[in-house]
Structures are given as structure tokens and as C-alpha cells.
């Protein structure tokens, strides 16, 4: 599946773009974070199309600076509305607390746990070890690290095949998108792509762009 992140600073332009993009992409991210006065009227309203519900933490590479607890309660409206996906931080204190309120509501939501390094990629056994402790947490397991040299490439593709299916893996920065191209093919259950310059995060390739390689590649 190919994701396109929504960072928009306003619900109404959020949902044009998403609108928009859910015509050449499978899924949307709704950065909530990148928007202004969100509330969960709002959650609801997004929680209706194909996508991934983040609130991601200012300590954890985002803009939400507002209280956690404020952030908590939009995750816990995507999952009462059962958004496809929610994200939560494996460094977040309450994640089993938001795994647990799906369960006990019985929501239809996907958990993704993540992880992020913003200056490098991990060895291959503390990729497997982050990827290890998020499954035993939520439904899926997400990665996303800074790309240095080819052996972290090799890391990263690795640690998504042993996980196929369970994955998202992710590495960053103009040396990781090579795994943006490939990790699919690997078993990482989407990448992330960009649409005219808008991205989330280093290393997004262009939506078009990623397709057409895919096509060359045969990776479809």
C-alpha cells in the first residue's frame, strides 16, 4: 500500500487533500499534530476515510506541544470511531492503556506502535528487539530511522522480511529510499510517498515517481 501523509493546518483543507489523494493513493495519514485547534468532532469526521490516525509528540520528531492527555483522548476518538488506523509511540507510557480501550470497546482499529530515530539506524538486533516489544504491545510494528550507510539499508530490509506482513519499515533521509522502494516488496504493509513537495518526514519520494519505478521494477 502506498500512504499519503495529510499535513495540512486546518480540518476543512485536510479533507480536500485527502479527498484528493485517496484518489491515487490506498491510504492518508491525518497528521494531527501539523493542525490547529483539532477537536474530536474533527476526529470523527476524519475517522470516515482509509487512513492513519497520528498525534505525534513534539519528543518524538512532531509539533504536538499541548498536553498529552488532550492528545490521548483524540487517539482514543479515532479508535471509538474505528479508524482503520491509530498510531501510538512505543516510548508512550500509556500505550497498553490505548490498547486496552480498543479492546474493551471492541473497536475495529489497527494499533501501530512506532518508533522513531532521527540520526540513525539501529543494529539489526535492536531493530528486532524495537519491533519485538511494539508486537507485544499493539498490531503492528513501525520503524523509521535515519539512514547512514548501506549496511543500515541491509538492516532495515532485513528486519522487514523477517517480519512480513506485521511491518512497517521505514529508513530515512535521501540514503534510505531505496527502503521506501523496496520494503514493500520485503513485507512492510505500506510505505509513505510525498504529492508535489508535501511530505511528513526526510527521504518521502514523490507519489508518481514511486509507482513508475514500481512499474519498471515490476514490484507491483
Not at 479508535?79 to 471492541?106: G, M, P, S, T
Not at 513501525?142 to 506482513?165: C, D, H, P, Q, W
Request: proline residues 2%; aromatic residues 8%.
Amino acid at each position: 500500500m502506498i500512504c499519503l501523509p495529510v499535513v495540512e493546518n486546518n480540518i476543512t483543507d485536510a479533507i480536500k487533500r485527502a479527498e484528493e489523494y485517496l484518489k491515487i493513493a490506498d491510504l492518508v495519514e491525518f497528521r494531527i499534530d501539523f493542525m490547529e485547534n483539532v477537536n474530536e468532532e474533527d476526529i470523527k469526521k476524519l475517522a470516515k476515510y482509509p487512513c492513519i490516525i497520528t498525534v505525534r509528540p513534539d519528543w518524538e520528531g512532531g509539533y504536538w506541544k499541548e498536553d498529552n492527555e488532550k492528545r490521548l483522548k483524540l487517539i482514543k476518538k479515532a479508535i471509538e470511531c474505528n479508524a482503520k488506523y491509530v498510531d501510538i509511540e512505543l516510548r508512550e507510557q500509556k500505550n497498553k492503556e490505548i490498547v486496552n480501550f480498543r479492546d474493551e470497546i471492541n473497536s475495529k482499529t489497527k494499533i501501530i506502535v512506532s518508533y522513531h530515530d532521527f540520526d540513525k539506524t539501529p543494529s539489526k538486533d535492536r531493530l528486532i528487539n524495537i519491533v519485538e516489544e511494539s508486537l507485544s504491545i499493539g498490531d503492528i510494528a513501525k520503524f523509521a530511522t535515519m539512514v547512514n550507510n548501506k549496511e543500515e539499508i541491509l538492516n532495515i530490509l532485513e528486519v522487514i522480511n523477517r517480519y512480513s506482513g506485521r511491518v512497517i519499515g521505514i529508513g530515512m533521509g535521501e540514503k534510505g529510499k531505496i527502503t521506501r522502494i523496496l520494503g514493500v516488496y520485503f513485507g512492510s504493509i505500506l510505505t509513505f510517498a510525498s504529492y508535489k513537495g508535501k511530505s511528513s518526514a526526510p527521504g518521502q519520494i514523490d507519489v508518481f515517481t514511486l509507482k513508475k519505478i514500481w512499474e519498471l521494477m515490476d514490484l507491483k
